[in-house]
């Protein structure tokens, strides 16, 4: 098989647990291994909409970049409310646009280098 570049998401398992001061159990969700081109160029508008649009509110645009990784890159592997519910919030739309700027610019996240390097 071809070696095509592969993202990773942190999302955790058993929120409702972790919220009570249980032990955080993660689970690694990779981008599909072919992600067509025309997501790419999609990523790229949607990178623009959100820097020049002035009028968009900042929940309408999480909402947009949510919605994006959940149906566009991760082909509904998870879903939006899984995102909103099980990634961290202190990381959680850094990570968003990690994905997007990985699709639009083939850029993996550190965590993702790192990753890939300890499995070779």
């Known amino acids: 098989m071809a070696n095509l570049k592969r993202n990773l998401i942190?999302?955790?398992k058993n929120p409702e647990e972790a919220i009570k001061g249980e032990e955080v159990e993660i689970e690694k969700v990779w981008t599909p291994a072919f992600i067509p081109l025309r997501v790419a160029r999609d990523a790229i508008q949607l990178i623009v909409d959100l820097e020049n649009d002035t009028?968009?509110?900042?929940?309408n645009k999480f909402d947009k970049l949510a919605d994006f990784v959940a149906n566009e890159i991760f082909v509904g592997k998870f879903s939006k409310d899984d995102l909103y519910n099980r990634l961290h919030a202190p990381d959680g739309k850094a990570a968003?646009?990690?994905?997007?700027?990985?699709?639009?610019?083939?850029?993996?996240?550190?965590?993702?280098?790192?990753?890939?390097?300890?499995?070779?």
């Open 55 to 59: 009028k968009m509110s900042e929940s």
């Open 10 to 12: 942190e999302l955790v």
């Open 96 to 120: 968003l646009y990690d994905q997007v700027i990985f699709v639009a610019q083939g850029q993996q996240s550190d965590d993702t280098k790192n990753f890939l390097a300890q499995k070779s």
